[in-house]
């Protein structure tokens, strides 16, 4: 079955600091993997997928097939990064939905 | 970027009445959306997967009759909750896919007295 799983659910950094959210997957077919952050009182949007090979506000995400992990890094975190971040996985295949992990809270500390 | 749009944002009802949720993408056509519940400091769990013209396929352990799925257009899909409890209060939230990524409406909260 198709799961996603974030072992953290908070995540404290002071600012400048490295911050990495894991996130593993377990999929039996080629899943896309994606981050979504949630901003206070804002709405789920997306940060960034593998598929993109991206970086976004500074971060990125290696999909790593062998550890199924997709572990959103940035190598200096800022105030403004505070938020809650969701790993996520969607079907390439039939209703193309998407699972969500338990959600990881970032807190970037001045 | 897509845009997903849902109305009402928040509603307050009475145990027993029915409540309608409705989630449009305003710039793109989807034949799919997706229906979502979240609780309070949880995740998103996904509810049904509404289909354009056909029936909604609904997740295990989601009652059908209870959450009423319309997608009458390939704008337009709406979710009713049937004789609402307070246990059915919640943040429902909608998404639709735009080219390969999902994009989300504001959600809404539903409070049912």
């Known amino acids: 079955a198709q799961r996603v799983t974030q072992p953290e659910k908070l995540l404290s950094v002071f600012k400048g600091a490295p911050v990495e959210l894991k996130c593993n997957y377990s999929?039996?077919?080629?899943?896309?993997l994606f981050w979504y952050v949630q901003y206070s009182r804002q709405r789920l949007q997306l940060l960034l997928r593998h598929i993109s090979r991206e970086s976004i506000k500074g971060f990125t995400a290696d999909l790593n097939k062998g550890e199924t992990s997709f572990h959103l890094k940035k190598p200096f975190a800022q105030e403004e990064d505070s938020a809650m971040y969701y790993c996520?996985?969607?079907?390439?295949?039939?209703?193309?939905?998407?699972?969500f992990g338990a959600g990881t809270r970032l807190f970037v500390k001045a | 970027g897509a845009v997903v749009s849902q109305h009402p944002s928040w509603v307050i009802c009475k145990s027993g009445t029915s409540v309608k949720i409705e989630c449009r993408s305003l710039d793109f056509q989807a034949t799919t959306m997706f229906w979502y519940r979240q609780f309070p400091k949880q995740s998103l769990m996904l509810m049904a997967t509404?289909?354009?013209?056909?029936?909604?396929?609904?997740e295990q352990g989601v009652e059908k009759d209870k959450f009423l799925i319309n997608h009458a257009s390939l704008t337009l899909s709406t979710l009713t909750v049937t004789s609402a409890h307070p246990e059915d209060s919640s943040f429902y939230i909608c998404s639709a896919r735009n080219r390969g990524s999902a994009f989300f409406g504001q959600g809404t909260r539903l409070t049912v007295v």
């Open positions: 509404s289909n354009e013209g056909s029936k909604a396929t609904y």
């Open positions: 999929y039996s077919g080629s899943p896309e």
């Open positions: 996520a996985l969607s079907e390439n295949t039939g209703g193309f939905k998407t699972i």
